[in-house]
C-alpha cells in the first residue's frame, strides 16, 4: 500500500497498477486499501478497475452505508452521469445523514448537474457537520463566485486555501489573485503558454478554455480590448465540447 501511494504522488501508472494487485491479494477487504485503489481508479478513468473496487466495497460495506458513496462517486467520476450519483448519494444519507463527506459528493454531483440551490444546500450542510471540510467549502466559493457573490465567495475561498492548498481549483484562483496584482507579467506569462498549446483542437482540455478567458480578461483589465476580443473568439472556437465554464 505504501508502494502505492508513492507512486501515486509520481504519476507512475505501471508501477501503482503492479502494486495495487499486490496488495489486493493479500488484503481485498482492507477499507484503506479499497479507497486509495478506487480514487486511483476514478483518476485514471479505469472503468473496469473501479466497477472491481465498487462491488468489493459494496461486498464489505467499506463506507458504511452499503457502498453507495462509492456507486455515486463512480457514477460521477467514471459515467459522467451526475443525476445518477446524486441518487446514490442521497441512498447513502438516508442511511448516514450525518456524514459530511456524502453531503459533500451529493453537492458536487448537484453541481455538475447545474441545480445550485440543491447544490449550496448539500454543501451548507456538509460544513454544518464538519466545519473543515475542504471540497465544500470549494462549492460553496464556486457557487458564490459563479452568483456574483463576492463576500461569500472569499471567505470560502479563503477556508478552502487554508484547508486544500494543493486543491487544483484552489491554485487556478491563487494564480488568478497574482494575476491581478502584476497583471503586465501575468500576460506575458499566459501567452507563452497560449503559444504552446496542442495543435489538435481534440487535445485542447476545458482547463486550456479556462486558461484563454483568464487571458482575456487581463486584457480588458488593461484597457486592450481588441486583444481580449481576439483571445475571447479563439477559447470560443477552440471549445468543441460546449464545456460550461465557470
Known amino acids: 500500500l505504501e508502494y502505492v501511494m508513492l507512486y501515486e504522488q509520481t504519476g507512475k501508472s505501471a508501477q501503482v497498477l503492479e502494486h495495487i494487485k499486490k496488495a489486493m491479494a493479500m488484503r481485498p477487504k482492507d477499507s484503506r486499501l479499497i479507497e486509495v485503489i478506487f480514487r486511483f481508479a476514478l483518476r485514471e478513468k479505469d472503468s473496469a478497475l473501479a466497477e472491481e473496487v465498487l462491488k468489493l466495497a459494496s461486498d464489505v460495506n467499506a463506507d458504511g452505508v452499503q457502498g453507495h458513496f462509492y456507486s455515486g462517486r463512480y457514477w460521477l467520476a467514471i459515467r459522467n452521469d451526475p443525476a445518477r450519483a446524486a441518487q446514490a448519494f442521497r441512498s447513502g444519507l438516508d442511511i448516514s445523514g450525518t456524514h459530511s463527506e456524502g453531503h459533500m459528493w451529493l453537492g458536487r454531483a448537484l453541481l455538475a448537474a447545474e441545480r445550485l440551490d440543491e447544490a449550496k444546500n448539500a454543501f451548507e450542510r456538509s460544513v454544518q457537520i464538519n466545519p473543515n471540510n475542504a471540497l465544500a467549502h470549494v462549492g460553496l466559493a464556486q457557487i458564490a463566485e ?101
Open 146 to 246: 459563479y452568483r456574483g457573490e463576492p463576500a461569500v465567495m472569499k471567505q470560502h475561498f479563503e477556508a478552502a486555501k487554508r484547508l486544500a492548498p494543493e486543491n487544483q481549483w484552489v491554485q487556478r484562483k491563487v494564480r488568478e489573485e497574482d494575476d491581478r496584482a502584476n497583471p503586465e507579467n501575468a500576460i506575458a506569462r499566459r501567452e507563452q503558454e497560449r503559444s504552446q498549446l496542442p495543435k489538435d483542437a481534440n487535445e485542447i482540455t476545458a482547463d486550456n478554455i479556462v486558461d484563454l478567458l483568464q487571458l482575456a480578461r487581463l486584457y480588458v483589465d488593461t484597457g486592450q480590448s481588441e486583444k481580449a476580443e481576439g483571445v475571447f473568439r479563439q477559447a470560443i472556437e477552440l471549445n468543441r465540447g460546449n464545456e460550461t465554464l465557470r
